[in-house]
């Protein structure tokens, strides 16, 4: 990959929406990167931009839906600022390409999930009037270091948070899923030139690491394996926390397992999608794990770190999905007590298997299966946040909160914790006791102010 050339031009400001998941936020980073060494700076405001992108999702309908609606604002403001520049990236762009272009004509530019490094050639062919689609994929090809070297060099500041791609794509193919289309196969980077952004990013003050992949822990590159990668970036100096998402089910062994023991900064935390109870509809979803192995992987957390906070993802509705199979999920529910569920509707994909599969169902059983679903799950979720409570915990200081005087921060299990104190600032690590639990939140005192972070 090309350099991108420092631009002495006028500097000018851009607005990047972004709609999906943390990939998605990931690659919004990466282009406001990318798009600074244009002499591009952020803005809030879209009025105030000279260059809007949408970084769009295609995970359910109604995610491709608002980027829709958003061309249609952002025509209007268009018609008033006609050098205004509209680019629309991400997995709908991937999947769409052309069809954006002519369904709206505001757009000047559409570009897929492997193309966002080439933002500033789009660019300049965009000023000379130049319509352009560019959305072509990278050669096939299992190790690729994704991210040029050139697009964290010279980072500045990314917070006391920060997330990093260590894979992307996905080979997996369950039949509900539009990933696979959008960000094309399963690739990883080279385990030097994720070691390499990791490094950069704990030397500009970085004290959590979030890795990303559609299947991370499926991480394979010059015979480093995912286990293994944890294990060196568990040995960088400054990294006080490491986490990982999305795994899949299939790929969580014991080896890793035993990670969460062995390494101090991989956090007690793991997100484990489980999709549906019924065995039935995980194979018709092809997830490859049943109920039974399922459980044997939640034991194999727990047996090991029985505080250990689990999180998962449940689709309702699934086509053909019968009132049984649905209480099989609500018996996992139940049975697994997970501290955090995302939980969606299922939604139709175009291209994928599931939506030519027969018997889909009415919009309000799926609706109300939902809402029984997030009942029992809020109850469980009040219950595990009382039960915290009197306990002593780590939290990292994210920053303040929006009450005056206090701040707002994550535990090792990714509990957002506030506390009535005003005498810390991001970064700090402190030792505190949980007061009080709300809905989606803890609240805490501090103990004590175990290490101070610069
Ligand atoms: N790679 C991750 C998930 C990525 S998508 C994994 O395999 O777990 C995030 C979540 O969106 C999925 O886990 C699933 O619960 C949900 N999802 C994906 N496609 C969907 C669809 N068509 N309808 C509803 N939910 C969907
Ligand atoms: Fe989608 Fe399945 Fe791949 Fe996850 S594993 S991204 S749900 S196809
Ligand atoms: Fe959405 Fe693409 Fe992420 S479809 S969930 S932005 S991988």
Redesign the pocket.
Known sequence: MEEASQNTETVKKVFIQTYG?QMNEYDTEKMFEVLKHQNYFQTDSREDADLIILNTCS??EKAENKVYSELGRLRKLKSVKPELKIGVGGCVAQQEGKAILRREASVDFVFGTDNLFELPEMLKKVSRGQEIIQTKRHARQKVRNFIPEYAFQQTQHHGIKAHLAITKG?N?H?S????PFTRGIEVSREPENILAEAQRLTSAGTREICLLG??VNSYKANGVDFVELLHRLDELENLQRLRFI?P?PKDFHEELADAFVTLPSLCEQMHL?L?SGSDRILRRMRRWYTMETFYEKVAMLRDRLPEATLST???VGFPGETEEEFEMTMEAVRTIRFDLI?S??????PG?RAAEYPEHLAEDVKSKRLQILLETQGKIVQEKNEALVGSIQEVLVQGKHYRKNSITGRTRGNHSVHINDSCAIAGDLLSVRITGALHNSLEAEIISKSTVLS
């Not at 509900?176 to 990933?179: D, I, N, T």
């Not at 969606?344 to 994909?349: H, I, N, Q």
């Open positions: 998941c995970i359910r996905c997996n369950c509900f899923c539009v990933v559609q299947n999305s899949h999608p999709q993802d449940l689709i995302y969606f509707k299922y939604s139709t994909r994928t």
